[in-house]
């Protein structure tokens, strides 16, 4: 699974914008957000559609969401403010 392109990025912008708008996760590159000095936050694209890897509650592995549809958008803002 590769990381997400420029145009699945585009596709993400409101959830982009909406991380951004947070206290505390920095944009280092693109769709690529750091919480203090660890990765918390980046997308994927595949075939099966786009997905988030965002940190876990412990810190040491990530939890892949499915961001395709809506839905999984609003749970992944949901984890992300919840993690913070």
Known sequence: MKHAGPAALDRLEPVL???????????????VFYLKSKAFLH????????????????????????????SGRVQLLALVKARL
Do not use: S
């Not at 909406?18 to 693109?30: F, I, N, S």
């Not at 694209?45 to 809506?70: M, Y």
């Open 43 to 70: 997308f994927h694209e595949d075939p099966a559609g786009l997905f988030a890897d965002l940190r876990d509650t412990q810190g040491k592995n990530f939890d892949r969401i499915d961001v395709t549809a809506e």
């Open 17 to 31: 914008a909406a991380v951004r708008a947070l206290p505390g996760p920095v944009e280092r590159k693109r769709g």
